[in-house]
């Protein structure tokens, strides 16, 4: 049985109306990724915030009856909101409340598989916790009953701050090893020669449903917010040999809790190592260009904006009218057509062709193992035997300072 929500929201003269929309939109998504249903949402229109209650006392009337009406069990604000806020809302209203940060971290709390990714949401909700502990003793002591509850681990948060200060500092040192271990794999990776493609993109834009076209892997795929939140790689191998490795990532959303993208912090960096960047984006969501901002907004902050990078305009099958991108350079699929698959690594190999490098090279039949990494680690356009000579000749494509350049040198 899904528990009957409430949303309630401030419009603010700033706000431009489809922003506010699409954020409402996206809110009531989440709470059905939750597993919640939506019964009512009420906004106000206001000049600023209430400072002691996010909205207005009258309005908060207005809700108060609403909320008996329809039985409502949970309100959630579609902003943060403070300690202070959320005791007052509560105890005015008699319903629990919570807002939109605190259920984002709760869809996360379901999601995480690994131990990094449990660890790194538990981290963000006892960071977004500690500051709102006071006051919420009984509330503390059900955790796990229902959405904006599932908290982390057994801990009786209520003890005391200190524990939470305790356990904040044991998930930090935990979670350093596993950087470190990260950045083992990284350096590795990077010693190996290995070229590194991340996808990215808005939640729910199609990223995993590409990925396992791509890697034909069975990651999960779902039509909900944050289906992926722990980075998968694997090998893929393009039309011309050349083989990369291509990771999932978790997908962008707009206002993601700031506790988020610190303790995701590891898992985002897996972007800012790539070589390039696939830009998933849904070309039937109305929303598209807000997602495109917030997509970029993130890379930016991630210092991963120089970083080459395709975008690519999935769900194609959803379109009804002419489409033309705004990223470019852009490809048009739908993630579920083999040929558009095909069309799409070749595309990859295309932007990589005029980036780098052409060269052309003799290889002595005997030197096997050095055709063999030409052809894994650059794109070959072009191989021949020259019976006289008694050498292959093979050109194509390799990247700036590669090292097999050496190679050509000889």
């Given at each position: 049985m899904s528990e009957p929500i409430l949303i309630i929201a401030v419009k603010k003269p700033e706000h431009q109306d489809n922003r506010f929309q699409s954020s409402l939109d996206e809110l009531v998504s989440l709470?059905?990724?939750?597993?919640?249903?939506?019964a009512e949402v009420i906004t106000q229109n206001r000049q600023r915030i209430h400072p002691a209650y996010y909205i207005g006392e009258g309005k908060m009337n207005e809700i108060k009856h609403m909320a008996e009406e329809l039985q409502i069990e949970l309100i959630i604000s579609n902003d943060e909101l403070s300690p202070g806020q959320l005791r007052n809302l509560s105890d005015h209203i008699g319903v629990r409340v919570i807002d939109r940060s605190q259920l984002i971290?709760?869809?996360?709390?379901?999601r995480a598989r690994t131990k990094e990714g449990k660890l790194q949401v538990e981290l963000a909700q006892l960071e977004y916790l500690l500051p709102r502990l006071h006051g919420q003793g009984t509330e503390m002591s059900r955790l796990g009953a229902g959405i904006g509850t599932r908290g982390p681990g057994e801990t009786k948060l209520e003890t005391?701050?200190?524990?939470?200060?305790?356990?904040?500092?044991?998930?930090?040192?935990r979670l350093k090893a596993v950087v470190q271990q990260r950045e083992q794999y990284r350096k590795r990776r990077r010693t190996n020669e290995i070229f590194q493609i991340a996808v990215v993109g808005?939640?729910?834009?199609?990223?995993?449903?590409?990925?396992?076209?791509?890697?034909?892997?069975?990651?999960?795929?779902?039509?909900?917010?944050?289906?992926t939140l722990d980075p998968l790689t694997r090998?893929?191998?393009?039309?011309?040999g050349f083989q990369t490795l291509l990771t999932d990532t978790?997908?962008?959303?707009?206002?993601l809790p700031t506790s988020l993208v610190a303790s995701f912090k590891s898992t985002l960096e897996e972007v800012t190592e790539a070589d390039f960047i696939l830009h998933v984006a849904d070309a039937a969501n109305p929303d598209m260009e807000q997602h495109h901002k917030t997509v970029n907004r993130l890379l930016r902050d991630l210092e991963a904006d120089n970083i080459p990078m395709l975008t690519v305009y999935n769900k194609k099958d959803l379109l009804e009218d002419d489409f033309i991108g705004i990223n470019h350079p852009n490809i048009t699929i739908s993630a579920l057509e083999d040929a558009d698959i095909t069309r799409l690594l070749l595309k990859i190999e295309s932007i990589l062709k005029d980036a780098w490098e052409w060269y052309q090279v003799q290889v002595l039949?005997?030197?096997?193992?050095?055709?063999?990494?030409?052809?894994?680690?650059?794109?070959?356009?072009?191989?021949?035997?020259?019976e006289i000579q008694n050498e292959y000749i093979v050109e194509g494509f390799m990247r700036e300072n590669h090292p097999l350049k050496s190679l050509m040198k000889e």
């Open positions: 709470c059905e990724t939750a597993g919640g249903q939506v971290l709760d869809i996360f709390a379901q005391d701050q200190r524990h939470i200060r305790q356990r904040i500092v044991d998930i930090k040192r808005y939640t729910n834009a199609g990223k995993s449903t590409l990925f396992n076209q791509l890697t034909n892997s069975g990651s999960l795929v779902e039509d909900q917010l944050f289906a090998k893929i191998q393009l039309p011309s978790v997908g962008f959303i707009q206002d039949p005997d030197q096997g193992k050095t055709l063999n990494r030409l052809k894994r680690k650059t794109i070959i356009t072009g191989q021949s035997f020259q």
